[in-house]
């Protein structure tokens, strides 16, 4: 490392320490407030005008309810690169249990997956970058809505996207909290990190009848049982070992709800998760082949697809980078990888515009590790400076690396 990296990481880490307080604070102002998907009012205009007061120009109603903001001082040597830093907004629809003196205040709604965390060390970030000489642009994306898409389906980074925020930019950032990584600790892993998530419902139809005459009928029950038989086979059967997948059928409903009735029709809804586009497309083929056994005895089906959001990949050469800038600020031993996650995120959409990398960041409460998406979500705090300090340097070589790209 040159003395002037070292410089620039040592004024970088002093300063996001120095904001810790700060950015715990925000943290627990925003999980006592939480909003919905594309409800993220408040949120967005606390972003709004706390990046204003450090000298961005703000942009507003970006992706619905989503804030973007560009930071560049007037310097004769501005390089004209931007690069862009993403913070998620949104809570979800779950009533917290948990005890603490920032509980949420909004009935139904908590951040139970660290939005709360993301947007603090995110603004945090933002101010450091404006005491810092990056020599390019730096664009902060509040991104609403990556929890749950509006009535088309769509997500806050599809909308954000739709409304061009990613114009100019060379490469995007982010980081997501790991409930369950030790605190202090970062994992950066170049490749796919999360999965693609995508829903399907199958309506299997037959001919109902009476329970004392199933010659006379096309049991959907019996053949929808098939069907879950076969789809089951998928991965085990249908997809390579190396390629990890998943498919859950989480819901089977009939049309009777009587013992003596056989169904005439029965509904299917589930999931399958991928890390492969390729393997992705294979199992909508093989759900496909799976269905067909309700036709060949007698009956019909149909099955609709909801893709979500594809698989989250980290651009090597910009993981590389942001693993070096952690490791610059917080030593090798605290700079891990761990295995790609199951869970979902719509930052791969940026990532699959621009080069891009995700990092994950450790909250795990020793002795007490809470689960995303639950009522008793939460996080040690103690390292979100960490996020600051990484996302804060990493923005930074990135304006210098593609600089000298140029």
């Known amino acids: 490392m040159s003395n002037s990296t070292k410089t620039s990481s040592a004024s970088v880490l002093e300063k996001a320490k120095k904001l810790q307080s700060k950015i715990v604070e925000l943290r627990r102002h925003l999980h006592a407030n939480p909003e919905l998907s594309f409800h993220e009012f408040e949120t967005a205009k606390l972003?709004?005008?706390?990046?204003?007061?450090?000298?961005?120009?703000?942009?507003?109603?970006?992706?619905?309810?989503?804030?973007?903001?560009?930071?560049?001082?007037?310097?004769?040597?501005?390089?004209?690169?931007?690069i862009a830093v993403r913070a998620d907004m949104d809570g979800l629809p779950i009533e917290e249990t948990n005890k603490a003196s920032y509980l949420s205040k909004n009935k139904g709604v908590m951040h139970a997956c660290g939005h709360d965390a993301h947007v603090s060390c995110g603004l945090a970030a933002a101010e450091i970058l404006t005491g810092e000489e990056t020599g390019g642009r730096i664009?902060?994306?509040?991104?609403?809505?990556?929890?749950?898409?509006?009535?088309?389906?769509?997500?806050?980074?599809?909308?954000?996207?739709?409304?061009?925020?990613?114009?100019?930019?060379?490469?995007?950032?982010?980081?997501?909290?790991?409930?369950g990584l030790e605190a202090g600790k970062v994992a950066i892993m170049p490749g796919p990190?999360?999965?693609?998530?995508?829903?399907?419902?199958?309506?299997?139809?037959?001919?109902?009848?009476?329970?004392?005459?199933?010659?006379?009928?096309?049991?959907?029950?019996?053949?929808g049982a098939q069907v879950v038989q076969a789809v089951q086979q998928i991965v085990s059967r249908r997809v390579s070992a190396?390629?990890?997948?998943?498919?859950?059928?989480?819901?089977?409903?009939?049309?009777?709800?009587?013992?003596?009735?056989?169904?005439?029709?029965?509904?299917?809804?589930?999931?399958?998760?991928?890390?492969?586009?390729?393997?992705?497309?294979?199992?909508?083929?093989?759900?496909?082949?799976?269905?067909?056994?309700?036709?060949?005895?007698?009956?019909?089906?149909?099955?609709?697809?909801?893709?979500?959001?594809?698989?989250?990949?980290?651009?090597?050469?910009?993981?590389e980078i942001m693993k070096r800038a952690a490791i610059d600020l917080i030593g090798a031993e605290n700079v891990i990888t761990v295995k790609p996650k199951t869970w979902s995120e719509d930052f791969s959409m940026f990532a699959q515009k621009v080069p891009g990398a995700f990092m994950f960041l450790g909250g795990e409460i020793k002795g007490d590790t809470r689960l995303h998406h639950s009522p008793t979500f939460d996080l040690d705090e103690s390292g979100l400076w960490i996020g600051t300090a990484v996302l804060a340097e990493t923005a930074k070589r990135l304006v210098k690396h593609f600089e000298a790209k140029k």
Do not use: W
Not at 62 to 72: L, P, R, S, Y
Not at 200 to 217: D, L, M, Q, S
Not at 294 to 303: K, N, S, V
């Open 139 to 179: 664009r902060m994306l509040m991104q609403p809505a990556e929890e749950f898409g509006d009535d088309e389906g769509k997500s806050g980074a599809y909308r954000m996207l739709e409304d061009d925020a990613l114009n100019g930019v060379s490469a995007v950032i982010g980081l997501h909290m790991d409930a």
């Open 242 to 319: 190396l390629d990890p997948a998943i498919i859950t059928i989480g819901s089977f409903h009939s049309s009777s709800s009587r013992g003596n009735v056989i169904s005439e029709e029965v509904v299917l809804e589930g999931t399958f998760r991928t890390f492969n586009e390729e393997v992705r497309k294979h199992i909508v083929e093989e759900l496909d082949k799976a269905c067909s056994i309700a036709r060949m005895l007698g009956g019909d089906y149909e099955i609709k697809y909801e893709m979500g959001y594809p698989t989250t990949v980290n651009d090597p050469e910009i993981a």
């Open 193 to 223: 990190v999360m999965a693609a998530a995508d829903g399907f419902t199958i309506k299997i139809k037959g001919v109902g009848g009476h329970g004392a005459y199933p010659e006379t009928t096309i049991d959907a029950v019996v053949l």
């Open 47 to 82: 972003s709004a005008e706390k990046l204003a007061q450090l000298g961005y120009s703000v942009k507003t109603g970006v992706g619905k309810t989503g804030v973007v903001a560009d930071f560049e001082k007037n310097d004769k040597n501005n390089s004209g690169i931007t």
